[in-house]
């Protein structure tokens, strides 16, 4: 079931496919979709934007889904609380020792909408309390 209201949303992923798809099955939802191919990238625009939500892989090259987690902890920490991670690494006992660690939802690539859907309604009671105008 989809969220009752459209979202602003961040897509970060290094492969364009999983990027296009998200994005797609994101706005057919009705949700606006911005998306990054790196960490670089998405520090950039969470520093300029104001995002509902943030869908994240956790590897990528230079600045991983991790590392930008623990930059945003210190810059726009209510952001942290608005991330979904997506990792097709889910034998790596670092990868999943984070995503237990940090309390976030995480989907394994390859997904469909059902399990962004599923994720996205564990975080939207966070989204009721915490607008985006808090880390603007």
Request: with cysteine; hydrophobic share 40%; proline share 7%.
């Amino acid at each position: 079931m989809a969220p009752q209201r459209a979202l602003q949303v961040l897509v970060v992923d290094d492969d364009p496919g999983i990027l296009s798809a998200l994005m797609r099955l994101l706005q057919r939802d009705g949700h606006t979709v911005e998306t990054a191919t790196d960490g670089h990238a998405a520090h950039a625009l969470l520093q300029e934007g104001c995002y509902d939500l943030i869908l994240c892989d956790l590897l990528m090259p230079e600045l991983d889904g991790q590392t930008l987690y623990g930059l945003l902890q210190r810059q726009l920490p209510a952001l942290c609380q608005r991330m979904i991670f997506l990792t097709g690494d889910t034998l790596s006992p670092d990868s999943m020792r984070f995503v237990e660690q940090c309390g976030q939802p995480w989907i394994p690539k390859p997904c469909g909408i059902a399990e962004v859907r599923t994720a996205m309604a564990q975080i939207l009671p966070a989204l009721v309390q915490d607008t985006p105008e808090e880390y603007g």
